[in-house]
């Protein structure tokens, strides 16, 4: 399978997890949520599954047997409550690790690998903009539990299933925008080019 289409695929099936869960809440189809929990399962665990990695594999059916178990019980509802509060919590703690004494903050390595040597000035801007991301994940978690303990669980869906995503993206994208207006003499890559690079420092990474 080309590397391009193998990428494409991938994040396709992570994306779709929060649409196909919402529909499941909007519709009423309990069935649909564990079609939402096998795409984000395989989505998450794609480069493994495709190797194939035994180790992968063996996770993969585990956790899949686990979940229609769950739906047996009627207790998979309750597993949509999870990923709004896991999802961001990893990415809390992948981006705060990077903030500790004698590490580079993760956006300032990033900005490194698509631009070049940084200046004082770009490195700051940068450390500063991982800590932001940090605060954000932090509120999301704040945000899906107080919506789940105090909303219907519909108001909650769509809070955490798509408003929150469609703020991140606009957060993501005017951000990118703003640092180019804001050190217009740094050689920025293209949009396209720079997803390139984020995606290829994660999987360095993990």
Known sequence: MPKKLDIY???????SYP?????SILLGKPELHLISFCALLV????QGLIKPNVKVWAW???ICLSFFLLSRWRLDLYLLYVPPVLIPLV????FGKTL??????????IADAARGPLTPAMASYTRRLTQLWCGIFILLIVEALVLISFFNLTAWSWATNCINYLLMAIIFVGEFEFRKKKFPDHDHPTFLDYIKIIGQSFRNKV
């Open 43 to 46: 989505g998450v665990l794609w």
């Open 60 to 62: 993969f059916v585990v």
């Open 91 to 94: 990415l809390l703690l992948y």
């Open 19 to 23: 649409l196909i869960a919402h529909l």
């Open 100 to 109: 500790l004494p004698n590490e580079t903050p993760l956006i300032t390595a």
């Open 9 to 15: 695929i991938q994040a396709v099936l992570i994306a």
